[in-house]
């Protein structure tokens, strides 16, 4: 998929946003949603997705989608921190097949990274429901603090 490829809205992200497919949600209100990654290069993974932009890239994506998909990512960040104790945080955007991006609707990737962990290869493996589910249920109980 190159920079200029149309969007397409059978994406799984745009079903993840239509509740046309299943995901782990952390949070969501009206423009933005998260959700824990089901192939995570680290424990914690989570995606942050505008709702309302069908947005291949940061090419295509309004301004003011961005800027509220940036906000809960910031939000997210520091409760993925404040909860899971990571030595660092990666904060990454990929934009095009060649540049890592595999699902074509714009989205943010948090990822916790925690001193002698390598990077898992993203995709090589899914994470076990169970996990998920327990991981989710700690991020939204430390999100639901926050008020």
Known sequence: MSLTTPYDPQNIFAQIIRG??????????????AFLDLFPQSFGHTLVIPKRSAACNILDVDTDALAK????????????VDELQPDGVQV???NGAPAGQTVFHIHVHIVPRYSGEGLGIHAAGKA???DLEQLQARLQQRIATLG
């Open 20 to 33: 046309d497919a299943p995901c782990y949600k952390l949070y969501e209100d009206d423009d933005v949603l």
């Open 69 to 80: 998909v940036m906000a809960v990512v910031q939000k997210l960040t520091r409760v993925i």
């Open 92 to 94: 990454a955007q990929f």
């Open 128 to 130: 076990d429901p169970a």
